[in-house]
């Protein structure tokens, strides 16, 4: 006697499909992601080969540091162990060894000047500290990139207030910041041209909200010309 089979049980035992979710099933058949030169890519120590260091960066293979790369990043790769987990930047998708080519120094670069951008957006408030002085401004330093503070863009205490406008003068005076911390914001940033522009006058946008906030239109005030 032949024992009728359901059109349900049918499928449970024909398809090797049944009992996995849309979502695996999707998973299991979608293409692998294809990288492109300059992607950021996180990946995994292997370890090293005299002076070639292997990074895991699966799924999509493995990748290398060697040559000048090996040589600029060697301070960070001799603190790294098989295992740990690293930001890298790929330069090549295929070198003369079949693998990828990758950079350390590059990806902490690229990542300090995406936090760069990030911070301008959001005009985060940095303290920094004035490392030199010249003619135009200020030279700050931060995360390891020298930027600059314009004359123009210092908060009126700080401002150079030279009689004749004599530059010499000028320098001499915003020398004498030399070392001093400054609460200042990021209002330009350009990897490409690696230019860094901070302005002092942006820094207590609060503290000038509510200054600004004791006086109403008509109301006359005091000052005294700095420019």
Known sequence: MRTAISTAQKEKTTSPLVGQGLMDIMMKF???PTPKADDLIEGTVLGQERS???V?????GTGIIYGREYNRAKDIIRALVPGDKITVKITELENERGYFSLSLKEAKQKMVWKEAEDLQKTKTPLILSVTDANKGGLVLEWSGVQGFLPTSQLKSNH???VQDGNKDK???ELKKLKGEKLKVTIIASDQKENKLIFSEK???MEEIKDMVSKYKI??????????
């Open 202 to 204: 942006n820094s207590d």
């Open 30 to 32: 979608a293409p692998l």
């Open 170 to 172: 000028i320098e001499e």
């Open 52 to 54: 070639v260091f292997f």
């Open 218 to 227: 008509g109301d006359i005030v005091d000052g005294d010309i700095t420019g």
């Open 56 to 60: 895991d960066i699966s799924p999509v």
């Open 159 to 161: 401002y150079p207030r």
